[in-house]
T-cell receptor
Framework: DSGVTQTPKHLITATGQRVTLRCSPR?????VYWYQQSLDQGLQFLIQ???????AKGNILERFSAQQFPDLHSELNLSSLELGDSALYFC??????????????FGSGTQLSVL | SQQGEEDPQALSIQEGENATMNCSYK?????LQWYRQNSGRGLVHLIL?????REKHSGRLRVTLDTSKKSSSLLITASRAADTASYFC????????????FGKGTTLSVSS
């Protein structure tokens, strides 16, 4: 158990809908990362938050947004969903924001299916 | 865009054999990490090697790093069926090290 909790584990929705994925980082970790994993694109970095503030942005679509709350949990909001958004979404955490010698701890992911 | 690219994409071996996976990357790094993913599950950190290190060991894992060639290799010795998983390298070159960028991974199948 990595200590990172993601809910829900599975989500099935329709095109055009909006969903929210939730992540609770390991106790004491200030950074939360969101990744999207699909067969064709591999593991894509979406966005990072550190202690409530956006720290780095990757290949995140404008239809997607995220935030980190004062209790450090994070939510990834996906709107106007398309079939191509179907993927496994991972949250990962680590203690620091820019420490390059730290490993990431991954949650078990949310499998999103857009029908 | 992918920073690290693993090679081969897929590898099938017998139990007891060694498995070698390679990773190439494009820009300078501070460190390189290897992760493992069992089917559909979260990634688990295996080992980290810093840019000033050339080789590192952890149990049956051996990682090498050649910064002049911008490449790394992961060797798993005496493979077991339980080693069946996907293996990813990750580099920290993005946004001054704030984010790890992963390659597409090598899928390893170890048959008994």
């Amino acid at each position: 158990d990595s200590g990172v909790t993601q809910t829900p584990k599975h989500l099935i929705t329709a095109t055009g809908q909006r969903v929210t994925l939730r992540c609770s980082p390991r106790s004491g970790d200030l950074s939360v990362y969101w990744y999207q994993q699909s067969l064709d694109q591999g593991l894509q970095f979406l966005i990072q938050y550190y202690n409530g503030e956006e720290r780095a942005k990757g290949n995140i679509l404008e239809r997607f947004s995220a935030q980190q709350f004062p209790d450090l949990h994070s939510e990834l909001n996906l709107s106007s969903l398309e079939l191509g958004d179907s993927a496994l979404y991972f949250c990962a955490s680590r203690r620091g924001g820019a420490a390059t010698n730290e490993k990431l701890f991954f949650g078990s992911g949310t499998q999103l299916s857009v029908l | 865009s992918q920073q690290g690219e693993e090679d081969p994409q897929a590898l099938s071996i017998q139990e007891g054999e060694n498995a070698t996976m390679n990773c190439s990357y494009k820009t300078s790094i501070n460190n390189l990490q290897w992760y493992r993913q069992n089917s559909g599950r979260g990634l688990v950190h295996l080992i980290l090697i810093r840019s000033n290190e050339r080789e590192k060991h952890s149990g049956r894992l051996r990682v090498t790093l050649d910064t002049s060639k911008k490449s790394s290799s992961l060797l798993i010795t005496a493979s077991r069926a339980a080693d069946t998983a996907s293996y990813f390298c990750a580099t920290d070159a993005y946004k001054a090290g704030t984010a790890l960028i992963f390659g597409k991974g090598t899928t390893l199948s170890v048959s008994s």
